[in-house]
């Protein structure tokens, strides 16, 4: 969005012309840099992604089915994709709601 902008009102004064080749400048299809995910949760983080996800009776709350599940079929029966998602759900949860929740908890008794 930022670079639209930035070319609708510089043009072709663009002040990165200067400095870049015009197909680097102007092409559209960049994408930024990429996160290497697959690479940290196939790697060293793989045990702690999947337990964190196996482990988690907030996912299998939400619907993930995580019975009969390990390490080996999970990638199976989830993209990577959805297992990041899932791992991303189940952290926010445990940050941001599972302390509120003992806190509550706590008070009520």
């Not at 969005?1 to 299809?29: H, Q, S, T, V």
């Not at 930024?32 to 196939?42: K, L, Y």
Request: glycine share 4%; with cysteine.
């Amino acid at each position: 969005m930022l670079k639209n902008i930035m070319r609708e009102f510089f043009g072709a004064e663009c002040r990165f012309n200067r400095k870049l080749p015009d197909n680097i400048c102007w092409r559209k299809d960049k994408m930024g840099w990429p996160v290497p995910e697959e690479f940290w949760f196939h790697g060293e983080l793989k045990d702690i992604f999947i337990k964190t996800i196996l482990n988690s009776s907030f996912l299998q709350r939400c619907g993930f089915d995580l019975n009969h599940l390990d390490e080996t079929n999970i990638f199976q029966k989830y993209s990577f994709t959805t297992l990041i998602r899932a791992y991303i759900l189940e952290t926010w949860h445990s940050v941001f709601w599972q302390e509120k929740n003992i806190q509550l908890y706590e008070k009520k008794r």
